[in-house]
């Protein structure tokens, strides 16, 4: 039941540059949203994790959401942008994967 980040201005993260996953979930009823994962601050530069941006490995987890301030950008990792090797019933929606923050611009995951 936790939240990582926020739709409000302000209330997402930077998890970038880190020597493994980015975020890994293992529980349920999480919600990442509004972060920056693999990016720079400004959202225009790969600063990748490792790993995966986000390994999903819990259920019922939301990752998103259907307004523009619920987006992750989840772009520039060395490995995928999301992993989901053993999760169900989760929700994976309006992020930016493998683009900038504008959305006009690639920023591949591996």
Do not use: C, H, K, M
């Not at 989901?84 to 591949?108: C, F, H, K, Q, R």
Request: proline letters at 4%; hydrophobic letters at 35%; glycine letters at 20%.
């Amino acid at each position: 039941g936790n939240t990582i980040g926020g739709s409000l201005p302000g209330a997402g993260n930077l998890i970038s540059g880190n020597d493994g996953v980015g975020i890994w979930i293992l529980g349920a009823s999480n919600s990442v949203v509004g972060n920056l994962i693999g990016t720079d601050i400004t959202g225009t530069a790969a600063l990748g994790n490792l790993q995966q941006g986000i390994r999903l490995q819990g259920n019922f987890n939301t990752i998103g959401g259907p307004n523009p301030s619920d987006r992750n950008i989840i772009s520039g990792n060395l490995a995928s942008g999301i992993s989901v090797p053993a999760a169900a019933s989760n929700l994976i929606e309006g992020n930016y994967i493998g683009l900038s923050l504008s959305g006009a611009t690639s920023l591949g995951n591996q």
